[in-house]
T-cell receptor, first 113, second 112 residues
Framework: GEDVEQSLFLSVREGDSSVINCTYT??????LYWYKQEPGAGLQLLTY?????DMKQDQRLTVLLNKKDKHLSLRIADTQTGDSAIYFC?????????????FGGGTRLMVKP | DGGITQSPKYLFRKEGQNVTLSCEQN?????MYWYRQDPGQGLRLIYY???????QKGDIAEGYSVSREKKESFPLTVTSAQKNPTAFYLC???????????FGPGTRLTVL
């Protein structure tokens, strides 16, 4: 079945690195995603990785995928107060002619000045 | 500017009333989606549409209905049959593969 799990909360100091972790269960995932949600807003797509890749880097963001362990992580370098938000991990599962997303419960990142 | 709009941002309704949430996109996307978000939880898929005049139930479709008469528009009706309608509703759209889904700003529905 489909299940995506994340820890609820992470607190870091400004300038430190943040690492948000996610585990998923469906081995047929095609893509894995990280979304950011600020209070009262929609979801912003940060980055995504194809399931046959191990790593993707985009400026301050690094995504690591361990497909064997079904573990995904998002590292934010030099974390800023503006990075405070809820971060959602999602996996993409083929359904009908497209891909459907299954989301984790979100990790609230708090960045202290 | 290309994007997805949802209106209204806040919506209040009395119990037993149907209410329709609007979602419009000008990204020329074929696929559109409705999700529900409850406090402290992830998103759950209500309905999706991969093409005009076609839509499919998601994981929690009971008590909801949709239509897709135009490519740009995918309205969601929350009916009186939905037992717990108070939630944050998010609309999204994507190309037909669904590889990248882009989200609207959401509508917060409160049923009194």
């Amino acid at each position: 079945g489909e299940d995506v799990e994340q820890s609820l909360f992470l607190s870091v100091r400004e300038g430190d690195s943040s690492v948000i972790n996610c585990t998923y269960t469906d081995s047929s995932s095609t893509y894995l995603y990280w979304y950011k949600q600020e209070p009262g807003a929609g979801l912003q797509l940060l980055t995504y990785i194809f399931s046959n890749m191990d790593m993707k880097q985009d400026q301050r963001l690094t995504v690591l995928l361990n497909k064997k362990d079904k573990h995904l992580s998002l590292r934010i370098a030099d974390t800023q107060t503006g990075d405070s938000a809820i971060y959602f991990c999602a996996e993409s599962i083929p359904r009908n002619a497209g891909n459907m997303l299954t989301f984790g419960g979100g990790t609230r990142l708090m960045v202290k000045p | 500017d290309g994007g997805i709009t949802q209106s209204p941002k806040y919506l209040f309704r009395k119990e037993g009333q149907n209410v329709t949430l609007s979602c419009e996109q000008n990204l020329n996307h074929d696929a559109m989606y409705w999700y529900r978000q409850d406090p402290g939880q992830g998103l759950r898929l209500i309905y999706y549409s991969q093409i005009v005049n076609d839509f499919q139930k998601g994981d929690i479709a009971e008590g909801y209905s949709v239509s897709r008469e135009k490519k740009e528009s995918f309205p969601l009706t929350v009916t009186s049959a939905q037992k717990n309608p108070t939630a944050f509703y998010l609309c999204a759209s994507s190309d037909p593969t669904g590889t990248e889904q882009f989200f609207g700003p959401g509508t917060r529905l409160t049923v009194l």
